[in-house]
């Protein structure tokens, strides 16, 4: 069992800056890949960013590559989600995800409860 809590999320302006963090407890962090995933109002949970178990590895959806990082820290059992030049679409609740293997290879196993971000325009 993993439990995933998210924070981080505010409101911000249309190209300005947030960090999310998700920490991590219950089973040995470093077996999981990391993910995390947002939804926004009326619209279906998507991929956002996944990272594996090494952090040596990253990948991002299509609409946050380039404005979106994802790292995660072994040592203190947290991933992170930098996101910059933020757009009002980018407005959802973002949820982190955990699954167990060295890769993000399937389905997310395990979920956080989310955190709001709003940005306006």
């Known amino acids: 069992q993993v439990q995933l809590v998210e924070s981080g999320g505010r409101l911000v302006q249309a190209g300005g800056s947030l960090r999310l963090s998700c920490a991590a407890s219950g089973r040995t962090f470093s077996s999981y890949a990391m993910g995390w995933f947002r939804q926004a109002p009326g619209k279906e949970r998507e991929f956002v960013a996944a990272?594996?178990?090494?952090?040596?590895?990253?990948s991002y959806a299509d609409s946050v590559k380039g404005r979106f990082t994802i790292s995660r820290d072994n040592a203190k059992n947290s991933v992170y989600l930098q996101m910059n030049s933020l757009k009002p679409e980018d407005t959802a609740v973002y949820y982190c995800a955990a699954r167990y293997g060295s890769s993000w290879s399937g389905p997310p196993e395990y979920w956080g409860q989310g955190t709001q971000v709003t940005v306006s325009s």
């Open positions: 990272i594996n178990w090494s952090g040596y590895s990253t």
